[in-house]
């Protein structure tokens, strides 16, 4: 018996990473395609704590 299955590759993200020398803080974010547009996006990205942990006051 013979089975074919289909395969559909979704392809690999592009992991991007800054670091602010200033406030000592890494900020990174996951992007489907690499280029200058997902820069510009990290590089704009506001600067607020991930959703998943309480922000400290």
């Known amino acids: ?8 590759r979704g392809g690999a993200l592009a992991y991007l990473a800054a670091y602010d020398v200033h406030r ?3 900020f990174d974010r996951c992007e489907p395609k690499t280029g200058i547009m997902p820069f510009m996006a990290l590089v704009e990205q506001p600067d ?5 942990l309480p922000s400290r006051r």
């Open 48 to 52: 607020q704590p991930p959703k998943d």
């Open 24 to 26: 000592t803080k890494v």
């Open 1 to 8: 018996m013979r089975v074919n299955h289909e395969y559909g």
